[in-house]
């Protein structure tokens, strides 16, 4: 079954071709697992068949979320309650693209930012405008912008990834949340590390 570009759809054929039953035949060796996609950990499961979209570089099924169903493959010996073998469907992480270039809005900015050029591409309009009347803030907000589209810190505004040359220089921003760890370090103006005389 060849299912491109609608693989959640695929999916759901495929759960209701095999059904959802109990009698999936388990060999001798074989352990039966319930949920594949959520309880197999790493390196118990392969996903090696990715779906890339060739303009994009990123999977085919990505969704504003940044996440996309991808075919992975269980170790030998277990068994997907889900198809009664051992393939299943698993969300991983992707960067949802809506078809801006990062060459494209780097050029823009280079070249055409001082009349606002980068920021209507980008889906900014007003500051776009503002720029054309201005003639970039003087030149001076040209530079920012082509330092902050350099540098990945300004991004379209549907909140989408830009579309990257196969080989392009893709950021990953690390952000620190809730569950983020932090090391605690001593204080470095501690009047304990003083020696007092």
Known sequence: MKCAG???LCVLIAILSTGLSEDCEVGEGEVLVSE??????TG????TKLDIDPDTQQLANC???GKGLQECEAAPGIICKQTCNSTFYRQIDCKWTNGYNFDTALLLSIFLGMFGADRFYLGY???GFLKFA???????GNLIDVILIATQTLGPADNSSYVMSYFGPVLHIVTIGENTYRKE???WYSSDDWTHS
């Open 6 to 8: 609608y693989l959640q």
């Open 36 to 41: 594949c996609n959520t309880t197999l950990h």
């Open 44 to 47: 118990q499961f392969l996903c």
């Open 63 to 65: 969704s504003r979320e």
């Open 125 to 127: 309009p007003a500051i």
């Open 134 to 140: 201005t003639l970039g803030f003087f030149f001076l």
């Open 185 to 187: 370090q001593p204080d």
